[in-house]
């Protein structure tokens, strides 16, 4: 009986150890693999084995399908919310920051100092500041430059400021009309950077004497006056901004416009920000350029619709600039396409080389 | 109210394709649109994973916010939609996608893509429900007659899912659970036995959700 | 409303104004007669009036320098529109439609190519016709609408690419319709007269022996 008992009790002991054995394998054995990647980390370092091919999907790892098409491959765009955080909460609130408050300093100037005004006042004699090709040039750059950057801000600021006016089938048509004419009146641009940057690069080439203008500030706060050549050296940084910061609207412009040389979205994205940045830093730069060109200073708008500005207006602002004038004029026979007006050569030789 | 979502299980997609093909049938969608595609990541190496991707539906669609003519609405059951009346084809929208869901008819030069279309979670559009005009525009709409996408509804192996987001994801846990808990023990490596690679490239059962 | 009228009536209007109004110019300047050239002629008319209208199509050798631009935006200007106008896709198909005849239109990209070459062609005339001191004195407030209104029309035109906002259309439509009016009465004629007046300039030279 005795060892019947013992038998029974060692029964029971081994039930007892197989239960505990089996609940402390069933809590351990699963951790295994955990204990594997803890002593081995290069064979099993990763506790969710799936992480790798997520994180890979979303970091645009291009997958097959049989879909054809651009970008057809990639799971996720992980670009796209980084390029909505940048137009939305980046280019169009501080774009209107931007532009309103150099607006707002325009005005501010305008009121607080007035126009710049010729010293001694005008003389009434003109000289001839532009020739006809080059206001030519100007203007065909003007008409389609505010003609890219209306339809332009229509299409970055419309939905905010135009939707409340036109009601949201009314700024579909607007919108479309302005999409289809930016598209199309984009690529001319670049022909009208090219002739403005052939027209008058010449002129606006670093020459001594920018340097002092811009420390000075060209005399637009000091007031006192501030030497410079046919252009100061605020007009050729305006020059080069235009210049460079139409080439870069033109390449991004083309880049978003041709959709057709299977450029994936991650391009069409950093063509998107470049250009939306080079527009706002090109048309906040141009209110200066207009103000200036108009009521800024007195007497400018002439160089730019007949072509001639006032002496005194010359040896104000271009004293160098008009002593050459002066010094070539003085030289030929021909004085009088400088000096007097609408004379026969001024007017029959109207284009000018280059 | 109901908030639809599609959910592909990526542990049951085969890439038949059955769910592009239903897709274009039952809505005629333009030529060179497929409102739905199915990709393969590690397409014929140990690994490989299948997901049946159109548009999630996304709560905070960025779509919807970038549209600069702002044609985007979310209907009450969460689907979101666009007016192409409104849409001007500027391809923002698919810029900002995550999922590459905003298609378009054309790719021509000088930016002309006519009108965005995507998926509408078989709802149709703006216009009168299963009228003419809404067909021809968005194709079919379904869910004003009871019934969910067709895509999930011809799924064979049930992988994608579609329907309200609650029902959805209790599905899909229910089958986690099945499963079992760990990634280790269901997959490539019990479903071929290989040695390495069960632990180093299996995938637990896991889900794109709209957001 | 508005579209009806201008697909329907204003439509109708126009091509009349614009067809009696060009058949009503042209016959009027037709029926001024010259008085009676009774000198004996030293070369021949027809070859005077055949060999001007060749000649104008080039500037004359010492006019190249000074008339370049204005050749070379007077070539890309006209090239561009005529294209335009009749290799359009959609002009293809308006015409189709109301005419029964087609032909094979351009690609999309060519076309507006040709738009893009004309619009560069007006802007730069435009622009030379107020800048250059003696075209800006005789050129009138016709010069300026004439060029404005194509203008206009072809920006409409540009406007409604995308074909999807009938109101697009209606509205090049309607600028079309302006601009059909307009043309009998000004100087727009001279896409009908050209070829004329350089004929009579030509036989009135080429009579007397001199190359026009």
Redesign the interface.
């Known amino acids: 009986m005795a060892a019947h008992k013992k038998t029974g009790a060692r029964h029971h002991r081994i039930i007892v150890w197989s239960l505990l054995s089996l609940v402390g394998l069933t809590l351990l054995l ?1 951790l295994i ?1 955990y204990a594997v990647a803890y002593v081995n980390p290069e ?2 370092g990763v506790p ?3 992480a ?3 994180r ?2 979303r970091e645009a ?1 291009v ?5 054809q ?10 670009n ?2 980084r ?2 955080h940048f ?2 909460n980046q280019l169009i609130p501080i774009g209107a920051m931007l532009m309103g408050s150099v607006l707002a300093l325009i005005v501010l100037f305008y009121l607080v100092r007035g126009p710049l005004r010729i010293q001694g006042g005008p003389s009434g004699k003109k000289i001839q500041r532009f020739s006809v090709f080059e206001r030519i040039t100007h203007w065909f750059t003007v008409s389609l430059f505010w003609l890219l950057a209306l339809t332009g801000l229509i ?2 600021y ?2 905010f400021v135009l ?1 409340p006016v036109l009601g ?2 009314g ?2 048509l607007t ?2 009309a302005c ?1 289809e004419a930016h ?2 009146f984009g690529p001319m641009f670049l022909v009208a950077i090219l002739m403005m940057f052939v027209t008058f690069v010449k002129d606006n080439i670093y020459a001594r004497g920018d340097l002092n203008w811009l420390l000075k500030g060209g005399g637009m706060l000091g007031g006192g006056h501030v030497s410079a050549g046919r252009f100061n050296a605020g007009e050729k940084i305006w020059f080069w901004i235009a210049v460079l910061g139409g080439l870069v609207l033109s390449a991004s412009g083309l880049v ?5 040389f299977g450029q994936g ?1 991650a391009v ?2 950093i063509s ?1 920000v470049l250009h939306g940045i080079a527009a706002l830093v090109v048309i906040t730069v141009s209110f200066g350029h207009v103000y200036l060109g108009t009521a800024g200073v007195e007497g400018t708008i002439g160089s730019m619709t007949n072509g001639y500005v006032d002496e005194a207006w010359a040896k104000t602002h271009h004293d160098r600039w008009y002593a050459e004038v002066k010094a070539a004029a003085g030289k030929t026979e021909e004085a009088g396409s400088v000096g007097g007006g609408a004379t026969a050569s001024s007017v029959v030789s109207p284009v000018r080389d280059g | 109210m109901a908030r639809m979502k599609f959910l592909c299980d990526a542990q049951r997609c085969i890439e038949c ?1 059955a769910c ?1 093909t239903a897709c274009k049938n039952e809505n005629e969608v333009p030529w ?1 649109v ?1 409102r739905r ?7 014929g190496s140990p ?1 490989e ?1 299948s ?1 049946s ?1 159109a548009c999630m539906h996304c709560s905070d669609a ?1 779509c919807a ?7 985007f609405y979310t209907t009450d059951d969460g689907v979101v939609l666009h ?10 929208c ?7 869901a905003p298609q378009f008819p054309k ?9 965005m279309d995507k998926c509408t979670f078989c709802g149709g559009g703006p216009e009168a429900d299963n009228s003419p005009e809404e067909y021809a525009k968005y194709g079919s709409n379904r869910l004003a007659e009871g019934k969910l996408p067709l895509c999930a509804e011809m799924c064979a192996t049930r992988s994608l899912i579609a329907g309200d987001g609650d029902t959805v994801s209790e599905i899909f846990r229910e089958r986690v659970t099945w499963r079992g808990a ?3 023990t269901w997959g490539w490596g019990v479903a071929y036995g290989k040695k390495g690679i069960r ?6 059962g ?1 889900a794109t959700g709209g957001d | 409303m508005f579209a009806q009228l201008v697909d329907g009536i204003f439509w109708n209007i126009a091509l009349w104004v614009f067809g009696i109004g060009v058949l009503w110019r042209i016959l009027s300047i037709f029926r001024v007669r010259n008085k009676v050239d009774y000198s004996v002629p030293r070369g021949s008319g027809l070859a005077g009036a055949i060999g001007a209208n060749l000649r104008r199509f080039i500037p004359r050798r010492e006019m190249i320098s000074r008339t370049r631009l204005q050749v070379v935006a007077g070539y890309l200007f006209h090239l561009g529109l005529f294209a335009l106008l009749v290799f359009a896709a959609p002009h293809v198909l308006f015409i189709e439609a109301q005419t029964g005849l087609n032909w094979t239109p351009m690609p ?2 060519a076309f ?1 190519v040709s738009a893009q070459l004309a619009f560069i062609g007006l802007m730069l005339l435009w622009f030379h016709r107020v800048m250059h001191p003696v075209t800006r004195l005789i050129s009138d407030a016709d010069d300026h609408i004439a060029a404005i209104l194509t203008f206009v029309v072809m920006l409409t035109g540009c406007m409604a ?2 074909e ?1 906002f009938d109101g697009l259309r209606v509205l090049h439509r309607f600028m079309v319709e302006l601009w059909l009016v307009y043309f009998p009465f000004s100087r727009l004629m001279h896409a009908f007269m050209f070829i004329p007046s350089r004929a009579f300039t030509g036989a009135w030279f080429g009579r007397r022996g001199v190359k026009a």
């Open positions: 699963p693999p064979t099993g969710n084995p799936g790798d091919l997520w890979a999907v790892d997958g097959t399908t049989q879909v098409g651009v970008d057809t491959g990639v799971l996720i765009n992980a796209g919310e390029w909505r137009r939305m299409l970055l419309g939905r939707i949201p089938e700024f579909g919108a479309s999409k598209n199309l978003l416009d041709f959709a057709v979205r069409m994205e998107h | 394709n592009v060179g497929n595609r199915v990709v393969t990541i590690n397409d690994g994973r997901m991707v960025p916010a970038v549209c600069p003519v702002d044609c007016d192409k009346d409104i849409c001007i084809g500027c391809g923002y698919f810029y900002a996608c995550p999922f590459g790719s021509e030069a000088f930016g002309s893509r006519g009108k760990s990634g280790l632990r180093g490239h299996d995938v637990e896991k | 999309y990209w507006i690419l995308i999807g």
